[in-house]
């Protein structure tokens, strides 16, 4: 704590406490690199995502009771955050005391929650192509049965005598070609005038 600068506002300052954590670190065997590009450009998210791990390491490790981190600083011959004349009251007193009585709340598992994530997308994905599939099916056979339509059409119109008679392949490729489901009913003429100017913008 001696060789770290507190209250410091320079790139230089920055690097050079990064190097302090750094080679504490690496005192101490942890496997975490310091992103220092990243953090001395004091990016909210960079610092707020390290941040999150030291507080996630500090739980993991620290051993229990108080730790009064003014106390710390002053051994370390730190200046004090406040003017040497006042007195620090209760409240800052308290800020900087980590209380450790409760139990460590439960983290979220990020990898898990991106993995899950990422297999959603996956299947929304494989959704989609399944959909455009059937939708590419879909106008597929829908474009042979209007060519079909189109040809009964223009046959009757060549001759109306097919029209008429009953029991002829233009009577039955028609019944199939117009027949409906139950429950299926065609929209009156009036309700499809109604329908378009609903849906005209």
């Given at each position: 704590?001696?060789?770290?600068?507190?209250?410091?506002?320079?790139?230089?300052?920055?690097?050079?406490?990064?190097?302090?954590?750094?080679?504490?670190?690496?005192?101490?065997?942890?496997?975490?690199?310091?992103?220092?590009?990243?953090?001395?450009k004091c990016r909210m998210q960079d610092n707020l995502e390290f941040l999150q791990w030291v507080?996630?390491?500090?739980?993991?490790?620290?051993?229990?009771?108080?730790?009064?981190?003014?106390?710390?600083?002053?051994?370390?011959?730190?200046?004090?955050?406040?003017?040497?004349?006042?007195?620090?009251?209760?409240?800052?007193?308290?800020?900087?005391?980590?209380?450790?009585?409760?139990?460590?709340?439960?983290?979220?598992?990020?990898?898990?929650?991106?993995?899950?994530?990422?297999?959603?997308?996956?299947?929304?994905?494989?959704?989609?192509?399944?959909?455009?599939?059937?939708?590419?099916?879909?106008?597929?056979?829908?474009?042979?049965?209007?060519?079909?339509e189109l040809l009964l059409q223009s046959a009757i119109e060549a001759d109306p005598e097919l029209?008429k008679e009953e029991d002829t392949l233009v009577k039955h490729i028609q019944g199939i070609l117009?027949?409906?489901?139950?429950?299926?009913?065609?929209?009156?003429?009036?309700?499809?005038?109604?329908?378009?100017?609903?849906?005209?913008?």
């Open positions: 704590m001696s060789r770290v600068k507190f209250n410091v506002n320079t790139e230089y300052a920055y690097l050079q406490n990064f190097k302090v954590l750094q080679n504490v670190f690496a005192r101490h065997q942890v496997n975490k690199p310091v992103p220092v590009q990243s953090l001395t507080k996630k390491y500090w739980d993991q490790h620290y051993p229990g009771g108080e730790y009064d981190a003014l106390g710390r600083r002053k051994a370390s011959g730190a200046p004090s955050a406040a003017p040497a004349s006042r007195a620090p009251s209760a409240g800052s007193a308290r800020r900087g005391v980590t209380p450790t009585t409760g139990a460590a709340r439960p983290r979220v598992a990020t990898a898990a929650g991106g993995a899950a994530t990422a297999a959603l997308q996956q299947e929304i994905a494989t959704q989609k192509e399944a959909i455009a599939g059937l939708e590419k099916e879909r106008d597929f056979y829908f474009a042979k049965l209007r060519d079909i029209e117009y027949s409906t489901e139950d429950g299926f009913e065609i929209p009156a003429e009036g309700d499809e005038g109604v329908a378009d100017e609903l849906e005209t913008f």
